[in-house]
């Protein structure tokens, strides 16, 4: 139970780093929006998309790969550490210039390459501290990732705040995110060498080979989990422009607040289940259901309310100039649920060596993606690139559940009794919302003690359950 606990024990600090990433987060989108306007907006998210799926190219996986060995073997830190940045600084230089050359190939706007390039920049030294994050999971250090995560986020609100009050533009959004970065990554590199290992470069060519082969799964993972995720916004881009891509982002936004929760989940879980596999298959087995069953029950009346009041909370967040997000937020938020499921799903089979059987299903789900995108957002736009996202992910769900069904972390039937219960919960709270029709506030607070009577009645938490809430509180 102990080493079950330390998922919910080691979260506190990145927890912090979420919430105040996701306040501040929240502050600058709705800021950003309302002060740039529909279409640059949607100009800055697809920059912000299309170096995410450049960031894949950069990675090729060793982020998680360097993560998962130092996990178990943190002896190695020297040599890992001093490899992977040499290495990344290489695919940095080279990604850069592709995306260079896709710019002028597809002969963008001046405005929309500058932007891009500038993000592109930031994504370069972001995906440096990601390395350097992957290295504090290893080794339980997640405080100092938590405090990089809090000095970018209050970085690029303060550099929000300045710029729309001086009405600097475009060109300054994309400088205020590199320059979080680049002060964050200064921040991360120290506390590596003072707290850690002190990074020693080196060029092992075959272990630069040794490292790639073996990244490989997850960098292919990467590279089909980042499509999926961003190249609805790129397609958008070319088939409709950038005044959809504005109204898609926006909501897209709001769901990104709620993926902190599975963020903080993924930095933890992963370099734990990790050290279960080597240490106990039962606990990880433990490991997998518990994560599946919270993150359900913490996400699911979300989804139920964000629904009904969708049209509310997007003219709440962005004015009436984006009414047209509320459809698309109420599909999309569907989707959270099942990137939290897949998510818990994922590191199982990752940190137990089934990377490959990931590779293959975000493979698929990737290509499907890319087609109902082709179709869906030509005939609905915005709203078709939505449904294709929720498609996509129920794929990947049944695909993941039937591959761990048939080994031997195969669930208890508790965990489906426990699913059961906590979707009536959420049936019964979706019902009482409906038929009362309060105003968005007033079903706030109402909500909330519904679903919480909801799952007493239910039973949905067992004598485990109880016993894990009873720890977490007393420490």
Do not use: H
Request: aromatic share 14%; glycine share 6%.
């Amino acid at each position: 139970m102990s080493k079950i606990n330390e998922i919910f024990k080691n979260t506190s600090w990145l927890l912090i780093s979420q919430v105040i990433t996701s306040i501040f987060g929240f502050v600058w989108i709705v800021l950003l929006a309302r002060y740039l306007g529909v279409s640059d907006f949607g100009i800055m998210n697809f920059a912000i998309s299309f170096t995410g799926i450049m960031s894949i190219f950069i990675d090729l996986g060793i982020n998680t790969y360097v993560t998962r060995d130092l996990s178990r073997s943190p002896e190695l830190s020297q040599k890992y550490i001093g490899n992977a940045i040499p290495l990344k600084i290489f695919l940095s230089i080279l990604s850069f210039i592709a995306t260079l050359v896709i710019l002028l190939i597809m002969d963008y706007n001046l405005l929309t390459i500058e932007v891009v390039l500038l993000f592109a920049i930031q994504t370069i030294f972001l995906n440096m501290g990601w390395l350097f994050n992957g290295v504090f999971q290893a080794f339980s250090k997640m405080k100092y990732q938590a405090i990089g995560i809090i000095i970018n986020s209050s970085l690029i609100l303060s550099g929000t705040l300045l710029l729309t009050y001086f009405n600097l533009g475009l060109i300054a959004v994309a400088l205020s995110y590199m320059v979080g970065s680049i002060i964050t990554l200064i921040y991360l590199y120290n506390n590596i060498k003072n707290r850690i290992v002190v990074p020693k470069i080196q060029i092992d060519l075959d272990f630069w080979k040794k490292s790639i082969k073996q990244a490989i799964p997850f960098g292919i993972t990467g590279i089909f989990t980042t499509i999926y995720f961003m190249i609805d916004t790129v397609m958008i881009s070319f088939m409709a422009g950038s005044t959809a891509v504005g109204i898609y982002s926006s909501a897209y936004k709001i769901i990104t607040v709620f993926t902190t929760i599975y963020t903080v989940y993924t930095y933890v879980v992963f370099p734990l289940m990790s050290k279960l596999y080597k240490d106990s298959e039962d606990l990880l087995k433990v490991s997998y259901e518990k994560s599946i069953k919270y993150l359900l029950m913490i996400m699911l009346p979300f989804a139920i309310g964000i629904t009904i009041y969708s049209q509310d909370i997007i003219t709440f967040i962005y004015g009436e100039s984006y009414i047209f997000a509320g459809d698309v937020l109420k599909i999309l938020i569907w989707n959270v649920l099942f990137i939290m499921i897949n998510g818990a799903s994922t590191s199982l089979l990752n940190s137990s060596n089934s990377e490959v059987a990931v590779t293959k299903i975000n493979g698929l789900a990737c290509l499907v993606n890319v087609v109902l995108n082709l179709f869906l957002i030509y005939y609905l736009s915005y709203i078709g690139a939505s449904i294709a996202t929720v498609i996509t992910g129920v794929i990947i769900f049944i695909l993941m559940t039937y591959i761990i069904l048939k080994n031997k972390y195969k669930p208890d039937k508790s965990l489906i009794y426990g699913i059961v219960k906590i979707c009536v919960s959420g049936i019964i709270l979706a019902i009482i919302l409906l038929i009362l029709n309060l105003s968005m506030w007033i079903a706030l607070p109402v909500a909330i003690i519904v679903y919480l009577i909801g799952i007493y009645l239910t039973k949905s938490l067992d004598s485990t359950d109880k016993a894990v809430i009873k720890e977490i509180i007393g420490k």
